[in-house]
């Protein structure tokens, strides 16, 4: 099981009561809300959720590269016991690329077209001062053949444009590697990829993880990665994180209605040919302000409170928590937290 | 701050129309710099159609000569001055508005509407007809616009229906190509194509389904556009390929008092100058503004 | 497809619109026109110069076979004579074309080496008073009419602080006592290269204003295309990518976004170099500057028709050859193109 939130060890990073807004004509739209987790050195979490819930937004946050008009109202990012929010813009450019990295859903986007792979890996290794002359390119070379990429010296001069798109993304993890970084935010990193190239960048990141002792956030809407790879999860909807544990636990016995659903709704082997269960309703737009939990109002077991007063993260398990009054004693006074 | 927003209440109050939050118009009315210009804009028309009862010498803005005031400077009874035959140059300046805005406005809808109707054309059927319309609209753009337009109209007659037709001529290829592209775009869609699909004919088509789609970056491009229609037409006539005398026209009274500047009648040329300018302006700022409204990356919400 | 057919197919495409061209500007002189022969020798030409010029230009052949022989003889740069000066066309341009291209060469120069660092600033700032400024400022450079704005700096610079000459390439002085060897007929490379500093400083002050007026158009055109370009490129997931990596903003906009942003904007090169070149006419004429632009205008006065079709060909087929080299450099910058989609846009 999960040592980490037992021991006093500072976490390598802990995010507390994140708060992002993006303003919109028809009002703010609070993005992340209130959300706090913690990553141990080493692990992989996932961070897992619909399109729109904010993980993307969370991730991004922690690097402090909310795109404007959008920002970070309120909360710590604690990296390595360091507030991230109180360094300045320069203290935080040694911080990107160096010590926390970043991947991409789309490798094919987040690779500048009009640059040589060469070029583009070598700046981050000169902006971080790692290696100088010919062992930029070395270090580069013996990175491409770690990550399990051919003809390493021709790829250097390749663009972009002309590798497939498991090996973009290779590139891309690549050039996060490149200087060492202690934690690899991913960001739906196999979405754009076909389905047998996902599983060998998973198993790329999750040996990374192992034999670096890398630390990965996993940004991704896919429930299976999920259980496939990571120690930790945390499942979020509409900006908020409504139920996060281990892994196994949460898996095993989902407490809160909304990852029930989910985990109902994915293919079962065992059940071949009994129709896929849904989650009624769909996601409301972040705009539409809901008092109270922000699931009831497609959730089965809601109740008046649930429409009233928004219910805090309590402990339905051992390492588990959830956002539901169906655990909570007294809604009142339900406010356990990590 | 306040006091701003209080006046845009008003604004749209007066109107009786408020735009939904978000909407290209809701984007537009808070423009504020656009709104002054449309203000300018809506002045200037209003000062050509009422041009003859807005100054005391409506025949001089027409061109009647009198030679006895002849460039006189500026002052309570002329206050932009007197031109070399004497005329006010108030009253030149505003029936100037009157050539100014018809030449533009009529250039602008002819080859819109013509260049538009080219490019959808060519942009529906494909094949041959759209090679055919594309290839001769490459040889239009392949000339300066303004350059073309001089030397069509140093072969016409000179006058104002000849230099709108100089102008139309160099100024439709681009509608053509844009409206051609736009076409492309909404031809593949579904609903295009399941009219096709039920037999639907050719022209209601492209007159039910296409136009109404392409129409709003093609209208968003013209308005762009305006200005710049208004500042070729003066061009051609600052070296006298326009309007002929006596009409009174911006370009051709910058020309007249061009050589009077030297020595210091600086107002005969200053003056429609400065009309041409604030009207061209006043065009691509109101232009500039609907393309920021209308445009969703612009405006910088995602 | 490769690159040497990419260069193949943007050149035949500029044949083929050159030919285009050639057409049109026949159709205009010979067929557009009631008596093509009028036109050609003016107004007051007698009945015995009408028929000799009838049968020098062949205007009783049918009409292609005219087609033709104006093509073949425009192709060995035979553009005719000018009725007002006497000489074959050509002759007269050979003067005239380096004052207008010197003009219109540092006036784009002007206006890229400004406007595209200010496009960038504007991009990155966005929405910040500088950007703001800009835009006002470059809506008004475009909207300013050049005749105007060229009278306006003479009635300031000339007429009230005395500092800048009022018009033409040299003083009189300049040209008795320290004449310019003409080498390019570029004044200001001439006398550099001749070591005549005190025609070039003279050359300098003369060239200033028209240059200035000249620039304004562009240079905001420049500014305009390059800021947006540069704010599409800077919303890409690879410039997010760039910052989470570390790199600095200042390499992030000069170096890395800005080779992204400036592939499109190279396409307005063609249309600044256009602007300048017809903007030259009207500049010319207000700094009686005795280029290519004043020509044509004489030649409007004076019904010297076939002047202006030279001018127009001959400045169009510049135009023609800006646009293909401005697709070449857009090639060699962006590797996609020469693979991809080639074809014109």
């Known amino acids: 099981m999960d040592a980490g939130t037992c021991t006093s060890a500072v976490p390598l990073l802990e995010v507390d009561d994140l708060r992002v807004v993006f303003p919109t004509p028809r009002g703010m739209v609070k993005a992340v809300w209130g959300v706090s987790f913690q990553i141990q050195k080493g692990h992989m979490y996932g961070i897992v959720g619909e399109s729109g819930c904010g993980k993307t937004a969370t991730g991004r946050a922690i690097l402090r590269l909310i795109p404007p008009p959008g920002k970070i109202v309120g909360g710590r990012i604690l990296f390595r016991g360091e507030n991230l929010m109180e360094k300045s813009e320069e203290e935080m450019r040694r911080v990107r690329g160096r010590s926390i990295s970043m991947i991409f859903q789309d490798p094919a986007a987040a690779l500048n077209p009009l640059f040589t792979i060469g070029q583009q890996i070598t700046a981050i290794m000169k902006r971080h001062k790692v290696a100088h002359g010919e062992a930029l390119r070395q270090r580069a070379e013996q990175l491409f053949e770690e990550l399990g990429l051919p003809h390493s010296r021709d790829l250097l001069e390749c663009y972009p444009h002309q590798l497939s798109g498991g090996m973009q993304q290779r590139v891309m993890i690549a050039m996060a590697l490149c200087?060492?970084?202690?934690?690899?935010?991913?960001?739906?990193?196999?979405?754009?990829?076909?389905?047998?190239?996902?599983?060998?960048?998973?198993?790329?990141?999750?040996?990374?993880?192992?034999?670096?002792?890398?630390?990965?956030?996993?940004?991704?809407?896919?429930?299976?990665?999920?259980?496939?790879?990571?120690?930790?999860?945390?499942?979020?909807?509409?900006?908020?994180?409504?139920?996060?544990?281990?892994?196994?636990?949460?898996?095993?016995?989902?407490?809160?209605?909304?990852?029930?659903?989910?985990?109902?709704?994915?293919?079962?082997?065992?059940?071949?040919?009994?129709?896929?269960?849904?989650?009624?309703?769909?996601?409301?737009?972040?705009?539409?302000?809901?008092?109270?939990?922000?699931?009831?109002?497609?959730?089965?077991?809601?109740?008046?409170?649930?429409?009233?007063?928004?219910?805090?993260?309590?402990?339905?398990?051992?390492?588990?928590?959830?956002a539901c009054f169906l655990y909570a004693a007294d809604p009142g006074k339900g406010r356990g937290r990590a | 701050m306040v006091s701003t927003r209080l006046g845009r209440r008003r604004f749209a109050g007066v109107l009786g129309w408020r735009p939904e939050p978000g909407s290209s118009l809701w984007y537009l009315q808070r423009d504020r710099i656009a709104m002054i210009s449309l203000g300018v804009l809506i002045l200037m028309v209003l000062l050509a159609i009422f041009a003859p009862w807005l100054t005391p010498y409506p025949d001089q803005g027409r061109g009647t000569p009198n030679v006895a005031e002849k460039l006189k400077p500026p002052s309570l009874a002329h206050p932009f001055g007197t031109d070399p035959l004497g005329r006010d140059v108030?009253?030149?300046?505003?029936?100037?508005?009157?050539?100014?805005?018809?030449?533009?406005?009529?250039?602008?809808?002819?080859?819109?509407?013509?260049?538009?109707?080219?490019?959808?054309?060519?942009?529906?059927?494909?094949?041959?007809?759209?090679?055919?319309?594309?290839?001769?609209?490459?040889?239009?753009?392949?000339?300066?616009?303004?350059?073309?337009?001089?030397?069509?109209?140093?072969?016409?007659?000179?006058?104002?229906?000849?230099?709108?037709?100089?102008?139309?001529?160099?100024?439709?290829?681009?509608?053509?190509?844009?409206?051609?592209?736009?076409?492309?775009s909404v031809r593949e869609r579904d609903y295009v194509k399941a009219a096709r699909g039920i037999g639907v004919n050719d022209a209601t088509?492209?007159?039910?389904?296409?136009?109404?789609?392409?129409?709003?970056?093609?209208?968003?491009?013209?308005?762009?556009?305006?200005?710049?229609?208004?500042?070729?037409?003066?061009?051609?006539?600052?070296?006298?390929?326009?309007?002929?005398?006596?009409?009174?026209?911006?370009?051709?009274?910058?020309?007249?008092?061009?050589?009077?500047?030297?020595?210091?009648?600086?107002?005969?040329?200053?003056?429609?100058?400065?009309?041409?300018?604030?009207?061209?302006?006043?065009?691509?700022?109101?232009?500039?503004?609907?393309?920021?409204?209308?445009?969703?990356?612009?405006?910088?919400?995602? | 497809m490769s690159r040497g057919e990419y260069l193949l197919r943007r050149l035949g495409f500029g044949l083929f619109v050159l030919l285009g061209v050639l057409l049109v500007?026949?159709?205009?002189?010979?067929?557009?026109?009631?008596?093509?022969?009028?036109?050609?020798?003016?107004?007051?030409?007698?009945?015995?110069?009408?028929?000799?010029?009838?049968?020098?230009?062949?205007?009783?052949?049918?009409?292609?076979?005219?087609?033709?022989?104006?093509?073949?003889?425009?192709?060995?740069?035979?553009?005719?004579?000018?009725?007002?000066?006497?000489?074959?066309?050509?002759?007269?341009?050979?003067?005239?074309?380096?004052?207008?291209?010197?003009?219109?060469?540092?006036?784009?120069?002007?206006?890229?080496?400004?406007?595209?660092?200010?496009?960038?600033?504007?991009?990155?700032?966005?929405?910040?008073?500088?950007?703001?400024?800009?835009?006002?400022?470059?809506?008004?450079?475009?909207?300013?009419?050049?005749?105007?704005?060229?009278?306006?700096?003479?009635?300031?610079?000339?007429?009230?602080?005395?500092?800048?000459?009022?018009?033409?390439?040299?003083?009189?002085?300049?040209?008795?006592?320290?004449?310019?060897?003409?080498?390019?007929?570029?004044?200001?490379?001439?006398?550099?290269?001749?070591?005549?500093?005190?025609?070039?400083?003279?050359?300098?002050?003369?060239?200033?204003?028209?240059?200035?007026?000249?620039?304004?158009?562009?240079?905001?055109?420049?500014?305009?295309?390059?800021?947006?370009?540069?704010?599409?490129?800077?919303?890409?997931?690879?410039?997010?990518?760039?910052?989470?990596?570390?790199?600095?903003?200042?390499?992030?906009?000069?170096r890395l976004a800005l080779k992204n942003a400036i592939v499109p904007t190279l396409t307005i090169m063609g249309l600044v170099f256009a602007y300048s070149i017809t903007g030259a006419v009207l500049v010319e004429i207000v700094f009686t500057w005795p280029g290519m632009g004043s020509y044509m205008t004489d030649a409007i006065l004076n019904k010297d028709i076939y002047v202006l079709f030279a001018v127009t060909l001959v400045v169009t087929v510049i135009y023609i050859f800006v646009n293909l080299l401005v697709d070449l450099v857009q090639a060699a910058l962006d590797p996609r193109i020469r693979i991809g989609r080639g074809g014109e846009a």
């Open chain 1, 179 to 322: 200087v060492e970084s202690d934690l690899l935010i991913a960001d739906e990193p196999t979405s754009c990829l076909d389905v047998t190239i996902q599983s060998q960048i998973l198993d790329l990141l999750v040996r990374l993880q192992k034999q670096r002792g890398l630390a990965i956030m996993l940004i991704t809407h896919d429930l299976g990665v999920v259980a496939e790879t990571c120690e930790r999860v945390a499942v979020f909807y509409l900006g908020r994180i409504v139920e996060q544990g281990a892994v196994s636990e949460v898996f095993r016995h989902p407490r809160h209605p909304y990852t029930q659903g989910l985990l109902a709704a994915l293919p079962d082997p065992q059940r071949w040919g009994s129709p896929l269960k849904m989650i009624p309703g769909s996601v409301p737009t972040p705009l539409e302000a809901i008092p109270g939990c922000a699931f009831a109002p497609r959730c089965e077991f809601a109740t008046d409170t649930c429409g009233n007063v928004e219910p805090q993260l309590v402990s339905v398990g051992d390492d588990h928590l959830a």
């Open chain 2, 90 to 184: 108030w009253a030149r300046v505003l029936f100037g508005a009157r050539t100014a805005l018809i030449a533009g406005i009529t250039i602008q809808v002819v080859s819109t509407i013509g260049g538009t109707v080219l490019g959808a054309i060519a942009g529906y059927f494909g094949g041959w007809l759209d090679e055919a319309i594309m290839r001769v609209t490459d040889i239009f753009l392949a000339f300066p616009p303004l350059l073309l337009a001089m030397t069509v109209a140093s072969v016409l007659e000179p006058s104002l229906g000849n230099s709108i037709l100089a102008i139309t001529l160099v100024w439709w290829p681009w509608y053509a190509r844009l409206a051609r592209g736009q076409v492309i």
């Open chain 3, 25 to 254: 500007t026949f159709v205009v002189s010979r067929v557009v026109p009631g008596d093509p022969a009028r036109l050609y020798l003016g107004p007051r030409a007698s009945p015995e110069a009408l028929a000799q010029v009838r049968e020098r230009l062949g205007l009783d052949d049918p009409l292609p076979k005219q087609f033709v022989k104006y093509v073949a003889s425009t192709l060995q740069g035979d553009l005719g004579y000018s009725f007002r000066t006497k000489r074959p066309i050509i002759e007269d341009l050979k003067v005239r074309l380096p004052a207008t291209m010197e003009l219109v060469i540092l006036s784009t120069g002007l206006a890229l080496l400004v406007g595209v660092p200010v496009g960038v600033l504007g991009a990155s700032r966005r929405g910040k008073g500088f950007d703001q400024v800009s835009r006002i400022l470059t809506i008004a450079g475009v909207s300013i009419p050049a005749f105007w704005w060229a009278l306006l700096l003479q009635l300031v610079f000339f007429l009230w602080l005395g500092l800048l000459p009022l018009g033409g390439r040299v003083s009189q002085d300049i040209q008795l006592h320290h004449p310019i060897q003409m080498i390019t007929g570029f004044y200001l490379i001439d006398a550099a290269v001749t070591g005549n500093w005190i025609a070039w400083r003279d050359a300098a002050l003369h060239i200033l204003l028209p240059a200035c007026v000249l620039a304004t158009y562009p240079l905001s055109l420049a500014v305009r295309m390059t800021r947006a370009s540069m704010v599409e490129v800077l919303s890409e997931v690879y410039v997010t990518a760039a910052r989470a990596q570390g790199l600095s903003e200042r390499e992030i906009l000069f």
């Open chain 2, 205 to 302: 088509i492209i007159v039910r389904h296409i136009l109404p789609n392409i129409m709003s970056p093609v209208l968003v491009q013209a308005t762009l556009d305006l200005g710049a229609a208004i500042l070729t037409v003066s061009a051609l006539s600052f070296v006298g390929l326009g309007v002929p005398p006596p009409t009174a026209d911006w370009g051709a009274m910058v020309n007249e008092g061009r050589i009077y500047i030297q020595n210091g009648r600086w107002w005969v040329a200053t003056f429609p100058g400065l009309a041409l300018f604030v009207t061209i302006m006043a065009f691509n700022l109101l232009g500039d503004g609907i393309q920021l409204a209308t445009s969703p990356k612009a405006r910088g919400v995602s």
